[in-house]
């Protein structure tokens, strides 16, 4: 009895051991840092429990490019066997992730390329291009085709004219051989690989995965930074501490704890960002005027936030449509703010007006047009004048007169006095 269970156990483990998955990722719609955390974290999974292969699907328009970047690395330095499979488009950063499988497979209404850069910039372009080239021809594929998707101006006669960024259907693709096969569904995928018989795994992003995605979506950086900044400068303007510093710290928590958990940021940004905060309400509310320690605090807090982006151009664009934003709602709402008790103690809100004794015009210069005088300094244009026994502050229409020249007032303007040399 002992040595059936023993062998019944036996049995078992080998089952468990040679018994292998296979592991079907998608990567669809737009290609950002929380789907490339997500793939990393899936690829994962399958090499830790040695899967036997593993299916990227593919339907998507593109996104960004390091974000792409850093799931054809995952693919590429991965210890499992990883193959592609267009089941839409592969355009742009889907191209370039779709190239990076150790085979390709196509769905028959399916296109691949278009991965022209935006912004157009030589620079780009030209490493872009590379980025391409290399992964193709990792794979043993064609690498001016592979150029061609990203750069307009390689020409492949026959193929793709200069001027054009390639774009290749399944058919064609299969023809040049980008691809590996055009067929129909997953399973004729799998049958193909010997694998139709094993146990499927569809990986899917967890919920923490789907909001951080959300999250880091350029668009909604820039809405969570607007929304953290007006309420932390609604806040400095009110007394005690309200609604407007909550939501704005908790904005703020929301935009650094996507792209921690994506993978973006790490706690020391979080340190940074609060650091800069401290030191920028320091010199609002302890330190009289604004010097060093303000401009410390402004630099740690912008500072937190480009480093949170693998993207120093994407971070500045996105910190840019933060601030206009938050400038344009500052603008609405400056009706509201030039009541709170900050503003009223650094903005003079007085009225000076008639019915309270203030009069606009100095009394001794009312009277003062046509009357002749002495210029006591040499005016250029403005410098001092005697009239009437008074030393009276004026000026010419722009010429120079010299000190000691009769001058007559030719106009009173307000609180100016225009002279003219007496002739």
Same mark, same amino acid.
């Given at each position: 009895?002992?040595?059936?269970?023993?062998?019944?156990?036996?049995?078992?483990?080998?089952?468990?051991?040679?018994?292998?998955?296979?592991?079907?990722?998608?990567?669809?719609?737009?290609?950002?840092?929380?789907?490339?955390?997500?793939?990393?974290?899936?690829?994962?999974?399958?090499?830790?429990?040695?899967?036997?292969?593993?299916?990227?699907?593919?339907?998507?328009?593109?996104?960004?490019?390091?974000?792409?970047?850093?799931?054809?690395?995952?693919?590429?330095?991965?210890?499992?066997?990883?193959?592609?499979?267009?089941?839409?488009?592969?355009?742009?950063?889907?191209?370039?992730?779709?190239?990076?499988?150790?085979?390709?497979?196509?769905?028959?209404?399916?296109?691949?390329?278009?991965?022209?850069?935006?912004?157009?910039?030589?620079?780009?372009?030209?490493?872009?291009?590379?980025?391409?080239?290399?992964?193709?021809?990792?794979?043993?594929?064609?690498?001016?085709?592979?150029?061609?998707?990203?750069?307009?101006?390689?020409?492949?006669?026959?193929?793709?004219?200069?001027?054009?960024?390639?774009?290749?259907?399944?058919?064609?693709?299969?023809?040049?051989?980008?691809?590996?096969?055009?067929?129909?569904?997953?399973?004729?995928?799998?049958?193909?690989?010997?694998?139709?018989?094993?146990?499927?795994?569809?990986?899917?992003?967890?919920?923490?995965?789907?909001?951080?995605?959300?999250?880091?979506?350029?668009?909604?950086?820039?809405?969570?930074?607007?929304?953290?900044?007006?309420?932390?400068?609604?806040?400095?303007?009110?007394?005690?501490?309200?609604?407007?510093?909550? &939501? =704005?710290? %908790?904005? @703020?928590? +929301?935009?650094?704890?996507?792209?921690?958990?994506? #993978?973006?940021? !790490? *706690?020391?940004?979080?340190?940074?960002?609060? &650091? =800069?905060? %401290?030191? @920028?309400? +320091?010199?609002?509310?302890?330190?009289?005027?604004? #010097?060093?320690? !303000? *401009?410390?605090?402004?630099?740690?807090?912008?500072?937190?936030? %480009?480093?949170?982006?693998?993207?120093?151009?994407?971070?500045?664009?996105?910190?840019?449509?933060?601030?206009?934003?938050?400038?344009?709602?500052?603008?609405?709402?400056?009706?509201?703010?030039?009541?709170?008790?900050?503003?009223?103690?650094?903005?003079?809100?007085?009225?000076?007006?008639?019915?309270?004794?203030?009069?606009?015009?100095?009394?001794?210069?009312?009277?003062?047009?046509?009357?002749?005088?002495?210029?006591?300094?040499?005016?250029?244009?403005?410098?001092?004048?005697?009239?009437?026994?008074?030393?009276?502050?004026?000026?010419?229409?722009?010429?120079?007169?010299?000190?000691?020249?009769?001058?007559?007032?030719?106009?009173?303007?307000?609180?100016?006095?225009?002279?003219?040399?007496?002739?």
């Amino acid at each position: 009895m002992r040595k059936m269970s023993l062998v019944l156990c036996l049995l078992l483990l080998v089952s468990l051991v040679v018994s292998a998955d296979v592991y079907v990722i998608p990567v669809k719609g737009t290609i950002e840092h929380g789907v490339s955390s997500f793939v990393a974290r899936a690829v994962r999974t399958a090499e830790r429990n040695r899967a036997d292969l593993v299916v990227v699907e593919i339907d998507s328009l593109g996104g960004l490019v390091d974000a792409a970047l850093d799931i054809r690395d995952t693919i590429i330095r991965s210890n499992v066997p990883i193959v592609t499979f267009v089941t839409g488009r592969a355009w742009s950063a889907g191209a370039l992730i779709a190239l990076a499988g150790e085979e390709l497979y196509m769905v028959s209404s399916s296109s691949i390329g278009s991965a022209e850069t935006r912004p157009k910039e030589e620079k780009i372009i030209s490493a872009l291009r590379r980025e391409f080239k290399a992964t193709a021809e990792t794979r043993g594929k064609d690498g001016k085709l592979a150029e061609a998707m990203v750069d307009s101006d390689v020409e492949i006669p026959g193929i793709n004219p200069k001027g054009k960024i390639l774009n290749l259907t399944a058919k064609d693709a299969e023809t040049y051989k980008i691809s590996d096969g055009t067929i129909d569904t997953l399973n004729i995928l799998l049958e193909i690989k010997g694998v139709a018989d094993e146990n499927i795994i569809a990986e899917e992003p967890t919920g923490a995965e789907k909001f951080a995605r959300f999250l880091t979506e350029p668009i909604v950086s820039s809405l969570l930074l607007t929304i953290g900044f007006l309420g932390i400068i609604l806040e400095f303007f009110t007394a005690g501490w309200g609604a407007a510093g909550t &939501v =704005g710290i %908790l904005s @703020l928590a +929301l935009f650094f704890g996507g792209r921690y958990l994506s #993978g973006l940021a !790490g *706690l020391e940004h979080v340190v940074i960002f609060l &650091v =800069g905060l %401290l030191l @920028l309400g +320091l010199e609002i509310f302890i330190i009289p005027g604004f #010097g060093i320690v !303000g *401009l410390l605090g402004i630099i740690g807090i912008f500072t937190s936030i %480009l480093l949170s982006f693998n993207s120093l151009a994407q971070g500045v664009w996105v910190l840019i449509a933060a601030i206009a934003l938050t400038g344009l709602m500052l603008k609405l709402l400056w009706k509201h703010l030039k009541k709170a008790p900050l503003l009223k103690k650094i903005v003079l809100d007085a009225s000076l007006d008639e019915k309270q004794g203030y009069t606009a015009v100095s009394e001794k210069i009312v009277n003062l047009q046509g009357k002749i005088g002495q210029t006591l300094s040499v005016m250029r244009p403005a410098g001092l004048v005697e009239i009437d026994g008074q030393r009276i502050s004026a000026q010419t229409a722009g010429e120079f007169i010299e000190k000691g020249v009769t001058v007559r007032v030719i106009e009173v303007k307000g609180n100016r006095v225009i002279v003219e040399e007496d002739k």
